[in-house]
């Protein structure tokens, strides 16, 4: 039956930001199940991407129900993220002696309203002063999705909550016309990582416009 309905969706290529040791599984086909609301809609695909995800890194259980606060609960030896937007959606899945935690998001590039108000919400002085250097709206969109990958793999981690206040990007170096690396550091301490801990993820932005980041924590 899973077998099934994998060969049946329109799976798409993930975005090249994860390692060798992460499986990844993308699709843009958000219309599924027919009847269901946009949220609802959204949720399956991520779900049906990371079901794909653990099949490829050899888990038994494919399924990946949630938890407190919606957060994703992975079958045992194995660790994931899911994120999607309006159009796509997509799951990255690893064996736990691999990686210890990983993080992945998609974030349109702020139009003029997001830039003017989330982002502003999310940026501190210094980020602001690195979005300005270059293409504002697109890196404040790397800052901010940076930032939700980074929360997505320590939290499981730490078990306990942290603003975006609590972390900031400190640079972003492009490496190829559209795509680089960032580097972020813990303003606090948070369990067993002290403040001014630094972590180093990977971004890409799409030809549709969407920057995708990924933070991974070797074990």
Request: one cysteine or more.
């Amino acid at each position: 039956m899973l077998g099934s309905s994998f060969a049946s969706e329109t799976w798409v290529d993930p975005p090249p930001v994860v390692s060798r040791d992460v499986h990844a599984s993308a699709t843009a086909d958000l219309r599924c199940p027919p009847g269901a609301t946009k949220r609802q809609r959204e949720f399956a695909a991520g779900r049906r991407c990371a079901a794909r995800a653990l099949r490829q890194a050899g888990a038994p259980d494919l399924v990946v129900p949630v938890g407190v606060d919606r957060k994703p609960i992975w079958p045992h030896g194995f660790v994931g993220s899911i994120t999607h937007t309006t159009t796509f959606a997509w799951a990255v899945a690893a064996r736990a002696v691999a990686l210890r935690s990983v993080g992945i998001d998609s974030e349109p590039i702020f139009d003029e309203s997001s830039l003017r108000d989330a982002a502003r919400m999310v940026l501190d002085p210094h980020e602001w002063q690195l979005a300005e250097s270059g293409d504002q709206a697109k890196l404040a969109t790397i800052v901010f999705s940076a930032k939700e990958s980074l929360f997505k793999c320590l939290n499981p981690c730490v078990g306990e909550f942290f603003e975006f206040a609590d972390v900031r990007v400190d640079g972003v170096i492009q490496r190829a016309q559209a795509e680089g690396t960032f580097d972020v550091q813990l303003l606090r301490s948070l369990a067993e990582f002290p403040r001014g801990r630094r972590f180093a993820g990977r971004y890409v932005v799409s030809c549709h416009g969407v920057v995708h980041t990924a933070v991974e924590l070797p074990t």
